[in-house]
T-cell receptor
Framework: DAGVIQSPRHEVTEMGQEVTLRCKPI?????LFWYRQTMMRGLELLIY????????DSGMPEDRFSAKMPNASFSTLKIQPSEPRDSAVYFC????????????FGPGTRLLVL | DQQVKQNSPSLSVQEGRISILNCDYT??????FLWYKKYPAEGPTFLIS?????DKNEDGRFTVFLNKSAKHLSLHIVPSQPGDSAVYFC?????????FGKGTRLSVIA
């Protein structure tokens, strides 16, 4: 298996622009997670899905952030409008059947908002 | 409030010696703990885990110890190798999504 795939790997944009991050989880995995990593806050869980259904989005910082999972093999995290404080590395991860199972992370998207 | 704390942002160890990375937690409901390793420009990768019914789990050079009364776990790497240089994240779960610490950067010096 190719593992969790994320695109783009790097994104540089200007404040106010829309940013869309993409994730393809490992085939057959029921859970998908979106994380944000910053120096100050470490790895924060933003939202997670179970069988394509959003279960907990309490980590999403503001209404500017939204996430979708239209099918089992694709998810997006959208920021609109983007702000400089959104600059971070965003990771997608997936796990097989349970919340406590090992999560497999993608390589991340490094976002810089100017 | 941080439920999982890694109080040492960085650690340097000589090659061949033991590396000990520490993690403290506050939620007594946590019953499953994991360590992840992260290299630059890559996502975290699973290293080793331990259930709360155990106090030790070993996998090759890596051993995780759990002290439930102290709400403390540690990762021992013996012997340390230059390829172990990475950021190590502690994570915990109470049948909930994983809660991560902020990580400890380990540098193994040849």
């Amino acid at each position: 298996d190719a593992g969790v795939i994320q695109s783009p790997r790097h994104e540089v944009t200007e404040m106010g622009q829309e940013v869309t991050l993409r994730c393809k989880p490992i085939s057959g995995h029921d859970y998908l997670f979106w994380y944000r990593q910053t120096m100050m806050r470490g790895l924060e869980l933003l939202i997670y899905f179970n069988n394509n259904v959003p279960i907990d989005d309490s980590g999403m910082p503001e209404d500017r952030f939204s996430a979708k999972m239209p099918n089992a093999s694709f998810s997006t995290l959208k920021i609109q409008p983007s702000e400089p404080r959104d600059s971070a590395v965003y990771f997608c991860a997936s796990s097989l059947r349970h919340l406590q199972e090992t999560q497999y992370f993608g390589p991340g998207t490094r976002l810089l908002v100017l | 409030d941080q439920q999982v704390k890694q109080n040492s942002p960085s650690l340097s160890v000589q090659e061949g010696r033991i590396s000990i990375l520490n993690c403290d937690y506050t939620n007594s409901m946590f019953d499953y703990f994991l360590w992840y390793k992260k290299y630059p420009a890559e996502g975290p990768t699973f290293l080793i885990s331990i259930s709360s019914i155990k106090d030790k789990n070993e996998d090759g050079r890596f051993t995780v110890f759990l002290n439930k009364s102290a709400k403390h776990l540690s990762l021992h790497i013996v012997p340390s190798q230059p390829g172990d240089s990475a950021v190590y994240f502690c994570a915990a779960s109470a049948r909930t999504p994983l809660v991560f610490g902020k990580g400890t950067r380990l540098s193994v010096i040849a």
